[in-house]
């Protein structure tokens, strides 16, 4: 069985452009979730989608954004980059029970120069 | 608001010995579920071992156990008959039971094996 895939594995984009990062899902798994685990703060809560809908957000700023595709593959889009947003952005995905746990991708490593 | 806190930073142990990593938590809630996540070099994320508060009984996978006390808030992990592929960064990791599926994780403790 595949596990959750993300791409690009490393990313490096300059102050003020857009970043686009990607997920693939386990097969059979309609939820996917976002993370950013930066330098000193640990891992943090971005996003989760199940079914093409945003279910929560965590405490980030409207240039973090993302969808859910029919497929349930995402996007997590980050605007007007800052040199703050360099982090590990690990993607995670479950069944949408509500309680199954949350398997990760090996996360896609932005840096903001 | 929920937290996790894991107060050290760093251990390590000899291969093949017992290590146990310290992890306290605060919530209000009386359903939650409790993770020990598993970050080796290569950063992926892989669940260790998952245990629901509404249990009692300690969960166990192979090697790897917990001591879950409800009352002090309090879920370590042992890690038996340790091998060298148990290096890696452990983060400890709450979820409210049926609830926005948002995992609160601890700042995480980097093990390190002697061999």
């Known amino acids: 069985e595949a596990g959750v895939t993300q791409s690009p594995t490393h990313l490096i984009k300059t102050r003020g452009q857009q970043a686009t990062l990607r997920c693939s899902p386990i097969s059979g798994h309609t939820s996917v979730y976002w993370y950013q685990q930066a330098l000193g703060l640990g891992l943090q809560f971005l996003l989760w989608y199940d079914e093409g809908e945003e279910r929560n957000r965590g405490n980030f700023p409207p240039r973090f954004s993302g969808r859910q595709f029919p497929n349930y593959s995402s996007e997590l889009n980050v605007n007007a980059l800052e040199l703050e947003d360099s982090a590990l952005y690990l993607c995670?995905?479950?069944f949408g029970d509500g309680n199954s746990p949350l398997h990760f991708g090996n996360g896609t490593r932005l840096t903001v120069t | 608001a929920q937290t996790v806190t894991q107060s050290q930073p760093e251990m390590s142990v000899q291969e093949a010995e017992t290590v146990t990593l310290s992890c306290t938590y605060d919530t209000s809630e009386s359903d939650y579920y409790l993770f020990w996540y598993k970050q080796p070099p290569s950063r992926q994320m892989i669940l260790v071992i998952r245990?629901?508060?509404?249990?009692?009984q300690n969960a166990t996978e192979n090697r790897f156990s917990v001591n879950f006390q409800k009352a002090a808030k309090s879920f370590s992990l042992k890690i038996s008959d340790s091998q060298l592929g148990d290096a890696a960064m452990y983060f400890c990791?709450?979820?409210?039971?049926?609830?926005?599926?948002?995992?609160?994780f601890g700042q995480g403790t980097r093990l390190t094996i002697n061999p």
């Open positions: 990791a709450y979820m409210k039971f049926q609830g926005a599926q948002k995992l609160v």
């Open positions: 245990q629901e508060a509404y249990k009692q």
């Open positions: 995670a995905s479950s």
